[in-house]
């Protein structure tokens, strides 16, 4: 990875040592490895020839300690009760976990003996974390951990997985907080890499209403094709090589700033919604274009916002693709800029507060998806890349319930965040524009069209993943909230 030192910012404080972060004020450390959603698939296990497609996909557990949390998986072995093995072996997949907290992404589609299984193993090349804070100099900086050596990875299933039917679906989700272990982001102390993972198995059909891992949210990717004939198009997922995922619109399908499938063409980027399918397609109920004149995007947390007369902002980008990816800068001038809202959130105007999204109002914390033109476009003084549209998009938010209410339809959850949360964790920054009231809480928004998936009830005292728009409202943090999981210890 690379390392590059914002100019607005004060310094780097660099690190190497296995095991131990890089530390550096916040740069180009993006994940950049080669990924594929293919899979070839052997087995030593004697069969009587019945066997199932299995569509694995990636999903993580985590409260809000890390920004990013990469995983070079080499295969993925099943056991089954007899203690014969198949493996699953993904190729060349670099994966990204933090932006599918409480979510799935499609991974690899396999065909494999039918069977009782009762463990699992995996094999890692690598993997590393990124954590991000600010120094008491003020200098904005990122902990990136990672191995000097492959990481060992244990994989554990809640129960034996019956493998049967003609298709069913494997979560292989990320358990965050046992796989990094440190005593504190900024560095200079013990740490270690362990990927943990819980395997469970999911239905799969071809509506995914209520499913958390058969259901499609928000995943970001650029067209590589389209069959008008076929009725599909093909989309290339970030940081991936040669890895795509067909997508099939329907008669239902809502089209955001496009008309219709004839609008897409290849290298059109897309925010998509749908149910994944037993062939491990994709039934599109939602398809975004936000910028049909991009070259370039990039996805994650706002981390820096400029004055009005310094339209400097700076992002982490979890996810980007484009002319200029892999390395791409985090640093745009927005003060040309059209804002959006995700389109994924079809009750924002039946909300108790106004949910808007400016440029008065962008706050550290917020998930955005920024657009511009290729990078050679910029603007002085600090020839930043100018962004052409920055989309407000859902993220996931782990905190504990301290009080409720109602509001209209809504029931109103006032929750608080971890130190470590970036809402609270970034307010602190010298030249701060959009001060909030109070960084470390949040008014969570709740209605009917909430899928509700946690098991443990919404009481004072529950800690709770939410996901949904965060809305900077007058110095108040508000989110409108899509769907709800159970939450991870702070």
């Known amino acids: 990875m690379t390392q590059r030192s914002s100019l607005h910012l004060h310094h780097a404080l660099l690190l190497r040592t296995a095991s131990l972060p890089i530390l550096t004020v916040l ?68 994966s990204e976990y933090i932006h599918v907290n409480g979510a799935a992404e499609p991974l690899l589609v396999a065909t494999i003996p039918q069977g009782v299984y009762t463990a ?38 809640p129960a034996p997985i019956t493998v049967t039917g003609a298709s069913m679906g494997l979560a292989l989700d990320l358990l965050v907080s046992p796989s990094a272990a440190y ?4 560095g200079g102390s013990p740490s270690s890499i362990a990927p943990t993972f819980n395997l469970r198995p999911f239905a799969l059909s071809s509506q995914q209403s209520s499913a958390q891992y058969g259901r499609v949210l928000s995943l970001d990717g650029q067209v590589t094709s389209v069959d008008a004939n076929a009725g599909e198009f093909q989309v290339a997922l970030p940081q991936t090589t040669g890895g795509t995922v067909s997508a099939h619109p329907s008669s239902s399908t809502s089209w955001q700033g496009i008309a219709n499938l004839a609008g897409l063409t290849a290298g059109s980027f897309v925010d998509l919604d749908g149910a994944l399918q037993p062939d491990g397609s994709v039934v599109v109920t939602r398809v975004a274009v936000m910028d049909p004149a991009a070259v370039n995007v990039q996805r994650g947390p706002i981390v820096y916002v400029g004055s009005s007369t310094y339209t400097e902002l700076e992002m982490f980008p979890r996810q980007g693709q484009g002319k200029d990816q892999p390395g791409a800068g985090e640093r745009f001038n927005f003060a040309a800029a059209a804002y959006r809202l995700s389109g994924q959130f079809a009750n924002l105007q039946s909300l108790p507060f106004t949910p808007a999204f400016n ?26 890349a100018m962004a052409t ?8 938010v782990d905190g504990t319930i301290v009080a ?28 701060y524009t959009t001060p909030l009231a109070n960084p470390g809480q949040l008014q969570v928004y709740v209605d009917s069209s ?41």
């Open 27 to 94: 740069g180009g450390i993006a994940g950049c490895g080669p990924g594929s959603y293919t899979s070839t698939t052997t087995s030593t296990m004697t069969t009587n020839g019945t066997t199932t497609q299995v569509t694995v996909v990636t999903s993580s557990t985590a409260n809000d300690q890390l920004s990013q949390y990469y995983i070079q998986l080499q295969s993925l072995t099943l056991t089954n009760q007899s203690g014969k093995t198949i493996t699953l072996q993904p190729a060349q997949q670099r």
């Open 120 to 157: 699992a193993s995996a094999q890692v090349a690598g993997a590393d974390y990124t954590c991000i804070y600010v120094q008491s100099t003020g200098s904005l900086t990122t902990a990136d951990y990672y191995n000097g050596v492959p990481p060992t990875a244990t994989v554990s299933l």
């Open 183 to 186: 005593s504190n982001c900024s």
């Open 359 to 384: 440029a008065t109002n962008l706050v550290p914390g917020q998930e955005v998806y920024i657009s511009s033109p290729a990078f050679n476009t910029v603007a002085p003084p600090d020839y930043l």
């Open 389 to 396: 549209t920055i989309t407000l998009m859902p993220q996931t």
């Open 404 to 431: 409720s209410s109602s509001s209209g339809t809504f029931n109103v959850y006032t929750v608080s965040l971890a130190t470590y949360d970036l809402f609270q964790s970034l307010a602190i920054q010298p030249g």
């Open 450 to 490: 909430t899928r509700m998936l946690n098991s443990a009830p919404l009481v004072a005292g529950a800690t709770v993943r939410f996901y949904g728009l965060v809305f900077n409202d007058n110095g108040t943090l508000r989110m409108d909230c899509a769907q709800i999981t159970d939450g991870v210890p702070e």
